[in-house]
């Protein structure tokens, strides 16, 4: 059998050999290799290639301490599981016994706690107003409950009054006002909290007394020279007798538009002192 030879293809033919005597033309260049496509600015670049991840030394130890953690707790509770019970002691015990014997009444009454020097109704302990009185504006004229306010208002430093009885431990209170002649009174019993008896003797101290009576803890005083009433220009003379018994204090006050006559102080205060004994 025989073929046909096969012409050569365009491509694989090499190039015509030019005729004798004519100039040398310029060969074709060669075909260009295609260039990579060159990444644009929009197209983000492709990072570096990472080398393969070493273990950390802290991962490493936390796993192997989590790992022993939970490993020993596991051994642990095997070994407690396996154990027995322990037997819990009994619930009920004996009770104390006491040896039986007859009661002081004496001994159990020197045993208690002392009761207050002064409780109960603290108005039937104040002085009544004398025949002949009259009221004293609007002030109680007859043994009357009065609140920490309403003694701080007595007084020029109400606020600072105010404030000192209620964090002084005070109680309650009871007050009588009255006015006779030219003489206006004021008698009043202020009593604190049992734990704060202390307080109510502060109110005695800080100033030279004279004494009323031998047996009373506290004094008066008779003011010389006078002073003024609350926002008026109306003088007074004033005087105070004060005494304290227990938890309790005893405050006598008399003003008048002349120097107060010690003896009558003193008769109100030793008269409302033998009250509270």
């Known amino acids: 059998m025989t073929t046909d030879p096969v012409a050569p293809s365009p491509v694989d033919a ?3 050999t030019p005729p004798a005597g004519a100039p040398d033309l310029p060969s074709a260049p060669p075909e260009a ?3 990579a496509a060159m990444p644009s600015e929009d197209s983000p ?3 570096p290639a990472r080398g393969p991840r070493r273990p950390r030394p802290v991962l490493l130890l936390v796993s192997g301490l989590v790992l022993g953690a939970v490993a020993g707790g596991g051994v642990g509770y095997a070994i407690q599981a ?3 019970p322990t037997p819990l002691p009994p619930v009920q015990v004996a009770l104390p016994s006491y040896p039986a014997g007859a009661l002081d009444p004496a001994v159990a009454a020197a045993a208690a706690p002392s009761p207050l020097a002064i409780d109960g109704d603290l108005r039937k302990l104040l002085l009544t107003a004398p025949s002949g009185s009259t009221a004293w504006d609007d002030y109680p004229d007859t043994p009357s409950w009065v609140t920490a306010g309403e003694l701080a208002e007595h007084e020029g ?3 600072a009054v105010f404030k000192q009885l209620n964090t002084r431990g005070f109680r309650r209170a009871v007050e009588i006002d009255w006015k006779q002649g030219d003489l206006k009174v004021r008698v009043s ?3 604190y909290t049992a734990d704060r008896a202390a307080e109510a003797a ?4 800080g100033r030279p007394l004279e004494p009323f009576a031998p047996e009373a803890n506290g004094g008066y005083e008779v003011d010389s020279k006078a002073s003024y009433w609350a926002e008026t ?3 007074f003379y004033g005087a105070d007798a004060v005494a304290q018994r227990g938890t309790v204090v005893m405050e006598v006050k008399v003003f008048g538009t002349r120097p107060v006559s010690p003896e009558v102080l003193k008769d109100l205060a030793k008269r409302q002192w033998e009250r509270l004994v």
Request: net charge positive.
């Open 14 to 16: 090499p190039p015509p």
């Open 45 to 47: 670049a492709e990072p």
């Open 189 to 191: 019993l202020i009593q």
């Open 33 to 35: 290799a295609p260039l």
């Open 82 to 84: 396996n154990r027995p």
């Open 233 to 235: 220009t109306e003088p």
């Open 157 to 159: 430093r109400t606020a």
């Open 202 to 205: 502060a109110r005695t101290l």
